[in-house]
Nanobody, 120 residues
Framework: QVQLVESGGGLVQPGGSLRLSCTASGSIFVINDMAWYRQTPGKQRELVARINGGGEINYAGSVKGRFTISRDNAKNTVYLQMNSLKPEDTAVYYC??????????????WGQGTQVTVSS
């Protein structure tokens, strides 16, 4: 079993910054993709940013140039640095990881979600 623990959400004014963290623990052999998604009420969960095991990165167009995803493989942790935040960035942010567990089975896991609210 694998657990994902997120932290770093909160309330911030427009133009401000937040940094989200997500750490995976448990029966992990190797982590492939790590990603951040977000969801607002009544809408589908959408990809914000993804980083694969080789370090390749994809961003949603709406966050490109403002958000930065990174990972620390030694800590099984992915980060999302969010700058120049806008009210439309308000959402619950979810961490996602796809990994091979200790039995060499590919599995996907979601974090519990962390609320980000951008408001004056």
């Amino acid at each position: 079993q694998v657990q994902l623990v997120e932290s770093g959400g909160g309330l911030v004014q427009p133009g401000g910054s937040l940094r989200l963290s997500c750490t995976a623990s448990g029966s992990i052999f190797v982590i492939n993709d790590m990603a951040w998604y977000r969801q607002t009420p009544g809408k589908q969960r959408e990809l914000v940013a993804r980083i694969n095991g080789g370090g390749e990165i994809n961003y949603a167009g709406s966050v490109k140039g403002r958000f930065t995803i990174s990972r620390d493989n030694a800590k099984n942790t992915v980060y999302l640095q969010m700058n120049s935040l806008k009210p439309e960035d308000t959402a619950v942010y979810y961490c996602r990881t796809d990994l091979y567990n200790s039995d060499y089975v590919l599995e996907g896991y979601w974090g519990q979600g962390t609320q980000v609210t951008v408001s004056s």
